[in-house]
């Protein structure tokens, strides 16, 4: 039994989809159960919008769960616990201030309240505390103030946060940290083979402490490596920050590595799950490439999606003597996938970048054509009609007529560059599109022929599409 628990926080990114698709592929593996559940015991960083996004991010990726519950829904119970440690002596309620918790913490000392404020004393004010929404005390475990571990010296297990809870509103305002709610729900739920990543590794000793004193089954956690990538922030602490400061259009901008930014740039969900898989389990530290993501959704979408023809940066081309033709143009190698029509007179747009390569009285093959001769090239290109036939070793150039929409593609790039934001990250390219792109579904991704794959996405103002990769 597997469990993924998201803080309803804020949207999923690929990192949360590593830890996401491990949880529930061991799961399915051994044969066993998958459970999703809401760590939501910060009620000032819950919202209600992230539980159902969360949920439909994990459906987009391809997850399915067998159970679903809140956290939030068992604090009555995580009470009867801290008060069975109370009573135990093996917690104390805690009034100093966070400085002095932090000095004591640093030089490994114990304040008053751990020989004072356990056992029956204890538990009355716990039970004041319970009931007072203005006791700002917390409870911590009697752990050990000297250990090398810092974090078993004295955790805090629970503290007062009054802001209102999206789900259970007002009821509660004594909240479970991470290290009693984590250790808790993971006995109680039935989980055998918690994971999570390795910078809580520290934490683990606390982990087991709790569940022994409280003689709670132990499951068997496990840990690994978080999820990093050259110039882009997989942490949510990271990527609020750049929406909060309009560095980034929103959670779905292209350049971050959220789901729904990853959706929109083209990444598909098998991608992500076979890289993930890929990169395996283990504790080793990396920082990967995004190129690994790419070229796993190349693979992925080369034999799957429609080809068409975009020209960046156009120039027109004049074709003395142009036959006028209708030509049937297959959309993929794959003939199942089908053609489109295109009707052809003299007048074509070619990309600046090829036609200024080419030499007068060099022939070049519009693609899928006719072959063309260069005559002239000035702010346009004149060309002469140079027969249908194949020619060996001829550029082959892709091409609009008159009949196209003009399109922008915007083009992400690394949004860090070392720890600063990068302002060039988002690039631009306009040019024309052959008109069949204008049927295309909004979603779906293309792949422009000799540009790259791109994900098309209609606006109120028209037509985008964002380059997905090479
Ligand atoms: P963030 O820094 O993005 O806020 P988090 O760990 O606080 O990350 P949670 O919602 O608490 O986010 O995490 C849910 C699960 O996803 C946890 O098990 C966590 O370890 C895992 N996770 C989060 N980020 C990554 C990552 N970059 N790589 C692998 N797993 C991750
Ligand atoms: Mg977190």
Not at 259 to 277: H, M, S
Not at 313 to 342: F, N, S, Y
Not at 409 to 438: D, M, R
Request: proline share 6%; net charge neutral.
């Amino acid at each position: 039994m597997t469990r993924f628990p998201p803080e309803p926080n804020g949207y999923l990114h690929i990192g949360h989809a590593k830890a996401a698709i491990i949880d529930s592929e061991y799961a399915r593996l051994y044969d066993g159960k998958f459970i999703l559940r809401f760590d939501d015991t910060n009620p000032e960083n819950a919202l209600l919008e992230f539980y159902d996004a969360q949920k439909e991010d994990l459906r987009w990726l391809g997850i399915e769960w067998d159970a679903e519950y809140h956290t939030s829904d068992n604090l009555p119970r995580h009470y009867k616990l801290a008060e069975q440690l109370i009573g135990q002596q093996d917690a104390y309620l805690c009034k100093c201030s966070p400085e002095v918790i932090r000095e004591g913490r640093f030089h490994g000392k114990s304040c008053a309240c751990r020989e004072q404020f356990t056992g029956p004393v204890g538990l009355d004010l716990w039970k004041q505390m319970l009931t007072s929404r203005d006791m700002t005390w917390i409870l911590r475990l009697r752990g050990e103030m000297n250990s090398e571990n810092t974090a078993m010296r004295d955790p805090t297990l629970f503290r007062v946060i009054t802001t209102r809870h999206p789900l259970t509103g007002d009821t509660y305002h004594v909240w479970p940290t991470y290290d009693f709610a984590g250790a808790v729900e993971d006995s109680i739920s039935g989980v055998t083979h918690p994971f999570r990543t390795k910078e809580y590794e520290l934490r683990d000793q606390v982990y087991f402490r709790i569940l022994n004193l409280l003689k709670l089954r132990a499951p068997h956690l496990m840990e690994f490596s978080r999820l990093s990538i050259n110039g882009m922030p997989v942490s949510k602490r990271k990527i609020k920050p750049l929406i909060e400061q309009g560095l980034v259009s929103g959670y779905d901008d292209v350049r971050l590595p959220t789901l729904r930014g990853l959706k929109r740039r083209g990444i598909v969900p098998e991608a992500i799950k076979q890289f993930v898989l890929q990169q395996g389990f283990s504790k080793v530290e990396s920082v990967v490439d995004f190129s690994l993501v790419e070229s796993v959704n190349r693979k992925y979408l080369d034999p799957r999606v429609k080809r068409y023809y975009f020209v960046p940066d156009p120039i027109q081309l004049v074709v003395k003597d142009a036959p006028q033709k209708t030509v049937k143009i297959a959309l993929h190698p794959d003939a199942t996938m089908g053609e489109r029509t295109i009707h052809t007179a003299s007048i074509f747009f070619i990309p600046r970048q090829d036609a200024m390569k080419m030499n007068l009285g060099e022939v070049f093959r519009l693609k899928g054509l006719y072959n063309v001769k260069i005559i002239k090239k000035n702010e346009t290109i004149q060309g002469s009609y140079s027969g249908d036939a194949l020619i060996a070793e001829t550029a082959k150039i892709q091409w609009t007529t008159e009949e196209h929409i003009p399109l922008t593609v915007f083009v992400p790039g690394l949004i860090f560059t070392g720890e600063n934001f990068n302002p060039e990250s988002l690039q631009e390219l306009h040019g024309y599109a052959e008109k069949a792109v204008a049927e295309v579904p909004s979603g779906d991704i293309v792949q422009f022929e000799r540009v790259g794959f791109v994900c098309l996405e209609k606006q109120k103002t028209g037509l985008v599409g964002f380059f997905t990769h090479k």
